[in-house]
C-alpha cells in the first residue's frame, strides 16, 4: 500500500528538488547557447563550445594536472590517512584526544588561510617545485577525508579479527594487509573518491600553489572566465558534472552507491 | 603435542594500578584449568599476557620447555578462543578454519581436507561456503572452536567463549567444548565469571580477587571446602560468623560467638586455628530448631524453596541465613536456635 503524502509535504519536497537541479539545468542549458556570451535560456542550440573546449589547449593540459595531482595527491593523503586512522582507532584509550583533531584541522581553518600557509611553508618555505608542492598541498587538503571515512569504518571494526589472526600465527604486517584491510576496503575507496572529488574541485589551495605554466583546470576556469566570458565555461562544468555522473555510476554498478553513505 | 602451561610470579600494571600481584599458577598437559572471578579480577589480563597481546612488568611464561615472555603473539602458538567468536568475516566458514594452517604454509589441498574435517567434527562441515555472518552464534562459536583446533596448539585458550549465548546454549556448547577438548587432550586455560559454568567444564578452578589467585582446587574442593572467607562467599555461604575458642575436651573445641552463644565443634575442622576464626556454612548447613545447642535468634522473613524454608534470622552475630523444616516450620518471629552441620561448616582464618 503506498503511503499517503500530506500535499504540502510533497509540495515542499518538489521545492527542495527545484532548487536542488535548478543550477545544473541553467548550466547545462547555457553550454548549448549559440551566443558568444553566457545567457539563460540559450538562444538556438549548438555544440560548439563544447567543441571549443578542444580547441583550448591550455584546458586540456590543466585538466591532465588536475587529474594528476588528484590521483596522486589522493593516493599519498590514503598512505598517511589509513594507518593514521588504523592507529587513532586501535589506540583509541592511550592516544590522547587532541591528535585526532589534528587530522582535521585542514578542514577546520579557513581554505584561503590554510592555501596561503602551504604557499608559505611548501613553495617558499621548501623550495619545492610546483608540481611537487600541488601534490602535497593536495594530500594536506583531503588528509581528513581519508582519516575520518577510513577512521568511521574502523571504528565499527572488531579489533580481535587481529589478534585472533596473531594468535594463528599471522605476524602483524600481513594481518594488517590480509584481515584489516580487506574489511575496511569500503571505507578506504570511499575515502578515495570523497578526497579526490573534493581535489579535483578545489581553488582555494591551488590557487596559491600554482605556478608558472602549472595550473589546474579550475583556475584555468578561473582564469579563462576573467578573459572571455562565453558558454565554454558552461561546457567544461556540464562535463565535470558527466564525469562525476560517470564515477558514480561506475561505483553503483561495481559495489552499490549506497556503501558511500553508510 | 601439548604440553603443560606455567606461569611464574606474573605482575602486570595498568599506568599506575597494579592488576596482577606475583601470580604463579600451572597447568598440567592435557589438563583444563579455569580463571574464576568477577570483572577485573585480572583473569582476562592474565590470558591477555600468555596470549602475548600485552606485557608483564614481572614474571614468566613457559609452554613446556618453551620460555614465551618475550615471543609475539604470532610465534606463541596458542589457539584462542574469544567471547565476541572473532571469526574473519571477509573469509568463508572454510578459509577461516584453514587461516592458521595457511600461515603454516601448508599447502592448499591438504589445509582444506583438514579443516573440512574439523568442520565435520563440530558439525558444520554444509556450512563450510557460508561467511560467517550467516551463522547463528553457537555455529560462530563452533567455527571459532574448530579454528582454534585446527592447528593442534599445545595450549588452548578460552576468553569467556560463552557469554553471548543464550542459556540453553550455554550448557550444550560447554560440554561439546569439554568432550573436544578432552579427545584431543589439549592443555586448556578457560577464563570466566561463571562459576557453574567454570565448575562444569574444569578439571581445577582458580578463583582470582585483585590480581591474586585465592584457591585453586577442584571445583569439589572449592565447593565444599574454601580455603578463605572471599571463596566461601564466593561459593555461595551465606553465612559467616566470627568466633573464638574458648576451651578444648579432648577432640571437641569450645567455641563461644558475639553475645555468649558456645558452639561444641569438632576439631578436625580446626586445622593450624587456635584462637579467632570464623564459621563458614550455607543456609543449608544450619539447622533451625525450637530447642537444643546453637545460635539463639529471632526467625525474620521465611521463604518457600520447594526443598525447604528459608528464614533470615537476627542473631546476636548479625543477620544469618538459615534453612529449616517442611514440616511444621515455625512462624516468622519466633524465638529459635540455630544448629550447624558440622559436615557443612567450614572453619576459616578471619585474617584471609
Known amino acids: ?53 578542444f580547441q583550448i589547449e591550455a584546458f586540456r593540459r590543466t585538466a591532465i594536472t588536475s587529474l594528476q595531482v588528484a590521483f596522486l595527491g589522493t593516493a599519498l593523503s590514503l598512505l598517511i590517512g589509513v594507518p593514521a586512522a588504523y592507529a587513532l582507532n586501535r589506540y583509541r584509550v592511550e592516544l590522547p584526544r587532541w591528535l585526532s583533531t589534528l587530522f582535521v584541522l585542514p578542514i577546520l581553518v579557513p581554505e584561503i588561510v590554510f592555501g596561503f600557509s602551504l604557499l608559505k611553508s611548501i613553495t617558499i618555505g621548501s623550495g619545492l617545485p610546483v608540481f611537487p608542492s600541488l601534490i602535497l598541498g593536495h594530500a594536506l587538503l583531503v588528509l581528513p577525508y581519508s582519516v575520518r571515512v577510513v577512521g568511521a569504518s574502523l571504528a565499527s571494526f572488531d579489533f580481535s579479527i587481529e589478534e585472533a589472526a596473531m594468535s594463528l600465527g599471522c605476524p602483524p604486517l600481513r594481518t594488517f594487509l590480509t584481515v584489516v584491510l580487506p574489511n575496511i576496503q569500503a571505507g578506504v575507496i570511499a575515502a578515495f573518491i570523497l578526497a579526490f572529488i573534493t581535489s579535483i574541485n578545489d581553488v582555494s589551495v591551488s590557487v596559491f600553489l600554482t605556478g608558472p605554466g602549472i595550473s589546474t583546470l579550475p583556475i584555468q576556469i578561473l582564469a579563462h572566465m576573467e578573459q572571455f566570458f562565453d558558454p565554454t565555461i558552461a561546457s ?22 549506497t556503501f558511500l553513505t553508510k | 603435542m601439548t604440553a603443560s602451561l606455567t606461569i611464574e610470579n606474573l605482575s602486570a600494571h595498568y599506568g599506575t594500578t597494579q592488576v596482577l600481584k606475583d601470580l604463579s599458577l600451572s597447568v598440567a598437559a592435557g589438563e583444563l584449568v579455569s580463571l574464576l572471578g568477577s570483572s577485573g579480577c585480572g583473569k582476562t ?72 574435517a574439523m568442520l565435520e567434527r563440530v558439525g558444520l562441515a554444509p556450512f563450510a561456503d557460508r561467511l560467517p555472518v ?31 549465548l543464550d542459556a540453553k546454549l550455554r550448557i550444550d556448547m560447554r560440554v561439546e567444548i569439554r568432550q573436544l577438548q578432552r579427545a584431543n587432550g589439549t592443555t586448556s586455560l578457560y577464563v570466566t565469571h561463571d562459576q557453574e559454568e567454570a565448575f562444569s567444564i574444569s578439571d581445577r578452578v582458580a578463583i582470582m580477587n585483585a590480581g591474586r589467585i585465592l584457591q585453586l582446587d577442584t571445583p569439589e574442593v572449592l565447593y565444599r571446602k ?56 550455607r543456609a543449608d548447613g544450619l539447622v533451625v530448631r525450637r530447642d537444643g545447642e546453637g545460635i539463639p535468634a529471632t526467625l525474620g522473613t521465611r521463604t518457600y524453596l520447594g526443598r525447604a524454608y528459608q528464614y533470615k534470622c537476627q542473631a546476636a552475630a548479625g543477620e544469618i541465613t538459615a534453612n529449616g523444616p517442611l514440616f511444621d516450620p515455625p512462624e516468622a518471629g519466633a524465638q529459635a536456635v540455630l544448629t550447624p552441620v558440622s559436615e557443612q561448616c567450614c572453619i576459616l582464618d578471619p585474617e584471609d
Open chain 2, 134 to 164: 550467516a551463522l547463528s552464534g553457537g555455529q560462530k562459536q563452533r567455527v571459532a572452536l574448530a579454528r582454534a583446533l585446527v592447528i593442534e596448539p599445545p595450549l588452548l585458550m578460552f576468553d569467556e567463549p560463552l557469554s553471548n
Open chain 2, 45 to 116: 589480563t592474565t590470558l591477555r599476557i600468555v596470549a602475548g597481546f600485552l606485557q608483564p612488568t614481572s614474571g614468566k611464561v613457559r609452554l613446556g620447555d618453551r620460555n614465551l615472555t618475550t615471543l609475539p603473539a604470532h610465534a606463541r602458538d596458542i589457539g584462542l578462543v574469544f567471547q565476541n567468536y572473532a571469526l574473519f568475516p571477509h573469509l568463508t566458514v572454510l578459509d577461516n578454519v584453514a587461516f592458521g594452517l595457511k600461515q603454516r604454509g601448508v599447502a592448499k589441498p591438504d589445509r582444506i581436507k583438514r579443516a573440512m
Open chain 1, 1 to 53: 500500500m503506498p503511503t499517503r503524502v500530506h500535499p504540502l509535504l510533497g509540495a515542499f519536497a518538489a521545492l527542495v528538488f527545484l532548487f536542488l537541479l535548478a543550477p545544473l539545468v541553467i548550466i547545462v542549458g547555457a553550454s548549448l547557447s549559440d551566443t558568444t556570451y553566457l545567457t539563460f535560456p540559450p538562444q538556438g542550440l549548438s555544440l560548439r563550445w563544447f567543441a571549443n573546449i
Open chain 2, 226 to 281: 574454601p580455603a578463605n572467607a572471599f571463596v566461601a562467599r564466593f561459593v555461595g555461604f551465606e553465612n559467616l560468623i566470627r568466633m573464638k575458642v574458648i576451651g578444648r575436651d579432648g577432640a571437641t573445641v569450645i567455641a563461644e560467638a558475639a553475645g555468649g552463644t558456645r558452639l561444641h565443634l569438632s576439631q578436625d575442622a580446626f586445622g593450624s586455628i587456635k584462637d579467632d576464626f570464623v564459621l563458614a556454612t
Open chain 1, 236 to 257: 567544461v562544468s556540464v562535463l565535470l558534472m558527466l564525469v562525476t555522473v560517470g564515477v558514480m555510476a561506475i561505483i553503483e554498478a561495481t559495489l552499490g552507491l
